[in-house]
Structure formats: C-alpha cells, structure tokens
C-alpha cells in the first residue's frame, strides 16, 4: 500500500452514509485511504439522510465533507417543505457546496417543472452561500446546460456529475464554470465514456465514485466503494496515455479548485 499512498485522489462524490455500508463502513473509509484517496465528499439526497451523512463527517472530519442539496430524484409534493429544510440548514452549520440537485429525467418526466423550479431555487442558494454546486443530469444535459447558461455569474461554479455527455457538452459546460465527475462508467466496455474522456483536458476533470452505484469493471454489479476511485483514475490515466501520478495531481488539485472553503490538510488514519 505504499506506492498507493504516495497517489493523491479525491473522491468529488459518494454516499457513504447509506444502509448498504452499515456493515462495515469504517474498514471501507480506511480502505479508501489506504489506496491514496486524500478527501471524499457526500453529496446529500433528502431531508431523510442528513443526520447519517452529518454523522459520518464528524466521524471523519479531516477526511469527509458533506454537502446539502435536495436530489431531483426527491423532488415530489412536499418539494417546498424539503426545499425549506435544506435552507434552514444552510443557516446553521457550513458546507462544502450545494447538491446533489438537477434534473433527472430518467425515472420521472412528470415533475419537471418542479425539479426545473428547486433546481434553479438551489442554484439561488449556492450563489447567496458563495458555494459550488454538484448537479444530477441524468438525461438532462441540455436541459442543464440552458439553465446554466440562463444562471451564469461569477459566483456560478461547480461538477456535472456522472458526466456521460459529448465532448462538445463538456466544452459548453467547462466555458459555464463546471468541471466534469468522471466516475465507473468509464471503464464499461460499450458506454462510449472512454473515448470521450480520451479527448478531454484532464484540467476539466475530477473524478468519483457515486458509491454504492455504479461500481468500475471488474467490480460492476457489486457495490461501489469510495477506494475504487482508484480503478477510475487508473482508466483515465489509460484512455490518455499519461501516467497515474499525473492524474491524482491535476484531478486533486482541480476539487481544490471547486471545494476551496475547505481544510486540505489531513492526518492518515492509523
């Protein structure tokens, strides 16, 4: 593990506060570490989430930040009350950014309209926080980027994350402000993600897990850790013919970039 260590990763995205680490979520957070992942961030999902995810980070609070956001995918009819829920905390306690919000049009095309109206209200909170935004745009990059581009100030900054997109939509949304999460996808044989990153600056990259989901080959199917980061950043440092060392750098050093309010300095775990 000491050539792992000498890697620094990030891991821009990982819900590690969910059920499916209960049994074992501090042998996988040293785990993480053990494979050179300097800081992982948790992106929140509902008001149903907050207390394990804010639980976890004083856990970990060298290692682990969270965010507060509502999720698309949780945008239903009491969007207004978990909206209000959200920006109550945002008045109590910091956070790294705002997310995970966006539009997910994927499960549900029926709320648009009210995921576009809590999507464009969160945009409004990040702004007023001077926070980064993490945005969910499951079949929705058009749609995100036209907002975003209705939306763009100087304050306007963040990740698309699970970017799956062309690489004209990563030019449109590097020029909006956004860095691109590159997470498992990349490494699936037939998603077509690997060539597209093949032809993107690693300066517009960070990358992540989306833990439990959406785990590399040849983990695919099984649930996702944060230590798989390592597996991403390996496929990238691949598909661009550069080596490892390289990409933990530029990729770390651009989630300093997005997530600058917080502390980067940091003690291993014993």
Known sequence: MKDALKISLVDTHSHLYLKEFDGDRSEMVQRA??????????????????NEMLALEAAYPSHVHAMMGLHPCSVKDNY???LGIVEDWLGKRPFCAIGEIGIDLYWDK????????AFRFQIALAKKHNLPIVI???ESTELILDI?????????????HCFTGSVEQAGQAFALGFYLGIGGVVTY????????????PLEWLVLETDAPYLSPVPFRGKRNESAYVRLVAEKVAAVKS?????????TTANAKNIFEKITWAYTTLS
């Not at 570490?33 to 907050?50: H, M, R, T, W, Y």
């Not at 029926?110 to 109206?117: A, G, M, N, S, W």
């Not at 975003?148 to 698309?160: F, Q, S, Y």
């Open 148 to 160: 975003l581009g209705d939306e763009k100030d100087e304050r306007l900054r963040g990740i698309l």
């Open 242 to 250: 550069i080596d490892l060392e390289t990409v933990g750098r530029v």
């Open 110 to 117: 029926t709320t648009l309209d009210i995921q576009i109206e």
């Open 189 to 200: 044989k037939n998603a077509g993600l690997d060539m597209v990153v093949s032809q993107l």
């Open 136 to 138: 969910h745009s499951r």
């Open 33 to 50: 570490l053990e494979a050179g992942v300097e800081k992982i961030f948790l992106p929140n999902i509902d008001s149903s989430v907050v």
């Open 80 to 82: 207004q009350e978990e």
